[in-house]
């Protein structure tokens, strides 16, 4: 699983590469976000977009999208012995 290297985040990431529909000053961070069961492939994904293809490619190469921390908003993850199964 990713982890930041600014919290103990290891877990709620989303992706710089998929901008939330409806960009607040306490909105989300990303379009996506996803939830990393520890040690486990991902749990679950919400999505807010419309473009199937942009989510189906996060789910296929999340090393790719997920590049946001969602509970510090730092963009400073390690994806270093991540058990994600890459298909
Ligand atoms: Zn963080």
């Given at each position: 699983?990713p982890?930041?290297?600014?919290?103990?985040?290891n877990?709620?990431f989303?992706?710089?590469?998929i901008?939330?529909?409806?960009p607040?000053?306490?909105?989300?961070?990303?379009?996506i976000?996803?939830?990393?069961?520890?040690?486990e492939a991902?749990?679950s994904?919400?999505y807010?977009?419309?473009?199937k293809k942009?989510?189906?490619?996060?789910?296929?190469t999340?090393r790719d999208?997920?590049?946001?921390?969602?509970?510090?908003?730092?963009?400073?993850?390690?994806?270093?012995?991540?058990?994600?199964?890459e298909?």
């Amino acid at each position: 699983m990713p982890y930041c290297r600014n919290c103990p985040n290891n877990r709620y990431f989303g992706s710089s590469k998929i901008p939330s529909v409806a960009p607040t000053a306490n909105g989300p961070l990303s379009g996506i976000c996803a939830d990393f069961a520890a040690g486990e492939a991902m749990l679950s994904i919400t999505y807010q977009g419309n473009d199937k293809k942009a989510l189906k490619m996060a789910i296929n190469t999340p090393r790719d999208y997920f590049d946001i921390c969602l509970k510090c908003g730092g963009e400073n993850i390690d994806w270093h012995n991540s058990t994600i199964i890459e298909q």
